[in-house]
T-cell receptor, first 114, second 112 residues
């Protein structure tokens, strides 16, 4: 089974802190994604990576950056956390070959910025 | 811009009922469509992937159909159980992109 693991289920950080959210997948997937999920707004794409060191901005990249130094690991960085970044963060991965683009998600990280 | 809509936003049914969840999308040039389940406070669990060349997929009591020309997909759940209570989300992948665009989900409650 594909496994996508996020490093923390719950995080509480202070305003202005630099925050790292880590995601690891074990199925050699090329694509990795970071989404945030908010009530009433649904899931919105923050960043997408289709290969090591490659990244694309999603719909809401402001205030975030990402790092992908190894194929299995995709990190989301909040440079200076703000209260409006309190949210559920979801990491996903998918294969980049053929028609089977099934995406798999991690368990989510509930981030609270105080 | 691709938009995905799921109606209704919430649905409550008695145990044992068969039910249909709806998903519509504005741009028919999709690559694939995927249905997910999300339990409160948890991540998304993949249920079914329908490739653009397929019209339906089945897994156990679940059957998903896809009509690209009309921009619609349905998720049929047979003989619903309380354990089916969750939020169900659909997502489309536009041709030429691996990114998923999500609907806001249907929250399903199955009452014993």
């Amino acid at each position: 089974d594909v496994k996508v693991t996020q490093s923390s289920r719950y995080l509480v950080k202070r305003t202005g802190e630099k925050v790292f959210l880590e995601c690891v997948q074990d199925m050699d997937h090329e694509n990795m994604f970071w989404y945030r999920q908010d009530p009433g707004l649904g899931l919105r794409l923050i960043y997408f990576s289709y290969d090591v060191k490659m990244k694309e901005k999603g719909d809401i990249p402001e205030g975030y950056s990402v790092s992908r130094e190894k194929k299995e690991r995709f990190s989301l960085i909040l440079e200076s956390a703000s209260t409006n970044q309190t949210s559920m963060y979801l990491c996903a991965s998918s294969i980049n070959r053929g028609m089977n683009t099934e995406a798999f998600f991690g368990q989510g990280t509930r981030l609270t910025v105080v | 811009k691709q938009e995905v809509t799921q109606i209704p936003a919430a649905l409550s049914v008695p145990e044992g009922e068969n039910l249909v969840l709806n998903c519509s999308f504005t741009d028919s040039a999709i690559y694939n469509l995927q249905w997910f389940r999300q339990d409160p406070g948890k991540g998304l669990t993949s249920l079914l992937l329908i490739q653009s060349s397929q019209r339906e997929q089945t897994s156990g009591r679940l059957n998903a159909s896809l009509d690209k020309s009309s921009g619609r997909s349905t998720l049929y759940i047979a003989a619903s159980q309380p354990g089916d209570s969750a939020t169900y989300l659909c997502a489309v992948i536009k041709g030429g992109s691996e990114k998923l665009v999500f609907g806001k989900g249907t929250k399903l409650t199955v009452n014993p």
